[in-house]
């Protein structure tokens, strides 16, 4: 056969083994598949450095598919390409990761095939995409540590970083607004090891795109810095080819590659059609495509004599060239630079250095203290010594969240001058959780940071970090009306209640700066899952320990910070963050008017859940039904823990603005609040 029929082949071959997946789970999208099918299979064969045996080389370029909807295409090109499973140690298993099994059990129970990529499930799969535009998000993070780690680990004769970052995107994606915001931020950083690959086959699921989109994106692009290029039929492997090479020879920034091409459909008279599509074709167009493809009509999961082959003489054979030479040079390399060459596993298994807790401040008493946004802002620097990979920003507000890495060398990132640590997201929130993900998924300990009120900008990369198992650190400051004068516009009300209630998501509001430290070991050493710290603007006291519960206690989500005598209290205040300190103060009238009363620090739900109920009940015993919790927060949630019979004092509107102390006055967040509550419900 020739070599341009076993293209046709292979490329046919992508096309039915989507058809016929999404037929069988009679669900999910086939046109996009068949439409990128010749895009895909070109970048696959021809360019991407990626050795199907190892999909966990460090060095490989990385492929998103951003049109998370066309799953089929990635799961045909996985299973086409033989890529292999690696297990949770980050071992290569023999095993395929998408068997012929796994494409037949599309979008079904446990399977490793779902609806949209997912990519703790399935080795191969860079990124979970779905919602459009994140996973050209997660690529512009990616392109941003393909830069870090090239400026950092590269040494003359040694270019152990050099991957590139591809991501197939559609219509959704460009209209998507993260999408605007991660594409001016790779512009303006001149990313040129990112590409994006935008199918514009002008058509969404309602029908034409042009009912809803109408702008020049080609020009757009150009306004951002990009490269852009156009391939005008997307069956033409040659001008693919060329589009592609375009992109490799493009030094100083990122290339956007516009092909035009026609969704699939059944029947040919359909091609040109904008009809609305994203369901199977059913039985009979599934026949009509096989027959216009000249495909056996009646076979199903068909993969002919020499495809396999194909692919293994293809992507196979040049990435496993490429990666061989790798290890050879890396193995020269760990001679030469031991340092940073053991470096490399530990940021691939997300272990972090020796001593990478040493340093960490112990903040004496005091009782005027600091804001946690303070503390934080010291705690985050140590770290951030003592790992050389942890690198991140703010959307424009380092100053205000106490983010920036001020200690000698710690450097920025900037165009041209990949090496610093703190990098400058620019006011793109959604961008900076979409690419603080990439980044995480691709070897380095990430971090963002803004105002509390904002993560609302955020929350879609957030849901997918909880989802995808990604362990960011979503930095958070401002965390209250504790903001005062500006008011209910950035008085974050709702949104504790909302993580708490995201799978996965860990969130942490600690109560004092020691508390800080301690939440910090928590989410440095979490390595499946993405942590919500949360930080006040206001200065809070500092706790004696000597006195009170150790911070340590932290890390189980809930402890006793203050007991009554002989651990026998009649009620327990329960207080996170700003207002633990108004529990104290509580807890001491209360001790002075013979009350016995216990105060329960709460920073984090989500890590108290996880202890035992033995530990639960030592803390919250059940015999003790009077409770009171604070927090500035809506109240959603905490009759869980303060029970039927106790009360919460929260938030129940935007907040205002003014003063913080005429705030804290009215919506009831002081310490007497806390007494009278206390001893109604004692019934004194
Ligand atoms: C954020 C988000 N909104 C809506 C959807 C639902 N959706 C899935 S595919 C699609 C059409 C997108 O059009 P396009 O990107 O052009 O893909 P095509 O239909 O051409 O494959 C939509 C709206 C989604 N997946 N994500
Ligand atoms: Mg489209």
């Known amino acids: 056969m020739s070599q341009q029929s076993l293209d046709q082949l292979c490329i046919n071959t992508i096309r039915t083994l989507s058809i016929d997946a999404v037929q069988q789970a009679n669900s999910g999208h086939p046109g996009a598949p068949m439409g990128l099918a010749p895009v895909v299979y070109t970048l696959w064969q021809e360019f991407l450095r990626y050795d199907p045996t190892d999909p966990a080389w460090p060095n490989r370029d990385r492929f998103v598919l951003s049109a998370g909807h066309a799953s089929m295409l990635l799961y045909s090109m996985l299973h086409l390409a033989g890529v292999r499973k690696v297990n949770e140690k980050g071992e290569v298993q023999k095993e395929l990761s998408v068997s012929m099994d796994e494409i037949k059990r599309f979008r079904q129970l446990g399977s490793r095939t779902p609806g949209h990529p997912e990519s703790h499930l399935t080795s191969g799969v860079e990124t979970t995409t779905g919602p459009l535009g994140q996973g050209i998000g997660n690529s512009v993070g990616m392109a941003i540590a393909g830069k870090w780690l090239a400026a950092n680990f590269n040494q003359p004769g040694y270019e152990i970083f050099d991957f590139n970052v591809y991501s197939v995107c559609g219509d959704g994606d460009m209209m998507e607004g993260v999408g605007g915001e991660a594409a001016s931020l790779a512009g303006h950083l001149g990313l040129a090891n990112l590409c994006w690959i935008y199918d514009n086959n002008r058509v969404t699921l309602d029908g034409p795109a042009s009912w809803s989109f109408s702008e020049d994106v080609m020009t757009r692009f150009v306004g951002y810095g990009w490269n852009v290029t156009r391939v005008a039929d997307a069956n033409n492997l040659l001008t693919l080819s060329r589009a592609y090479k375009t992109f490799l020879n493009t030094k100083d920034k990122p290339t956007l590659i516009v092909v035009d091409s026609h969704i699939g459909y059944g029947s040919p008279h359909k091609q040109d059609s904008y009809e609305a599509h994203g369901e199977p074709l059913g039985e009979a167009e599934v026949k009509l495509a096989k027959e216009n493809y000249g495909w056996p009509v009646d076979a199903k999961f068909l993969v002919p004599d020499g495809v396999y082959k194909q692919f293994q003489d293809g992507v196979g054979a040049r990435g496993s060239n490429e990666h061989n030479a790798w290890n050879a040079k890396f193995a020269e390399y760990a001679k030469k630079f031991p340092e940073l060459a053991t ?342």
């Open 343 to 684: 470096r490399v596993p530990k940021m691939q298994k997300r272990e972090l250095p020796d001593g990478w807790d040493k340093n960490l401040p112990a903040f004496p008493p005091d009782a005027k203290g600091m804001a946690t946004r303070e503390s934080s802002g010291k705690v985050l620097n140590v770290l951030a010594q003592n790992i050389p990979w942890l690198v991140g920003g703010s959307a424009d507000l380092a100053k205000s969240n106490k983010t920036n890495l001020t200690f000698p060398d710690a450097g920025d990132f900037f165009t041209n001058e990949y090496q610093g640590r703190n990098i400058h997201f620019g006011v793109r929130e959604h961008a900076m959780g979409a690419a603080a993900n990439g980044m995480a998924l691709t070897l380095l300990r990430s971090f963002s940071a803004t105002f509390f009120n904002f993560s609302d900008y955020m929350r879609p990369s957030m849901r997918l970090a909880a989802l995808m198992e990604a362990p960011v650190l979503f930095i958070f400051t401002h965390d209250s009306i504790g903001v005062g004068e500006d008011g209910p516009t950035h008085q974050p009300v709702e949104q504790l209640a909302s993580f708490r209630a995201m799978p996965n998501m860990m969130l942490l509001r600690p109560g004092d700066a020691n508390e800080v430290t301690e939440a910090y070991k928590v989410a440095l050493q979490r390595t499946h899952g993405p942590t919500t710290l949360v930080f006040s603007r206001q200065a809070i006291p500092t706790f004696d320990r000597t006195k009170f519960g150790p911070a340590s206690g932290v890390a189980k989500g809930a402890y006793v910070l203050a007991d009554a005598e002989g651990g026998k209290p009649d009620v327990i205040l329960i207080g996170t963050g700003t207002e633990l300190q108004h529990c104290v103060a509580a807890w001491e009238k209360l001790k002075a008017e013979g009350i016995k009363a216990r105060v329960v620090s709460m920073p984090s739900w989500d890590l108290f859940e996880k202890q035992d109920a033995a530990y639960k009940e030592s803390v919250l015993p059940a015999a003790v039904t009077a409770r009171v919790s604070i927090e500035m927060a809506a109240t959603l949630g905490w009759d869980r823990y303060v029970g039927p019979k106790g009360t919460m004092i929260g938030m129940h509107s935007f907040g205002a603005s003014a003063p913080l102390k005429d705030l804290l006055k009215k919506f009831g967040f002081e310490p007497d609040n806390v007494v009278a509550a206390a001893k109604k419900l004692l019934g004194k």
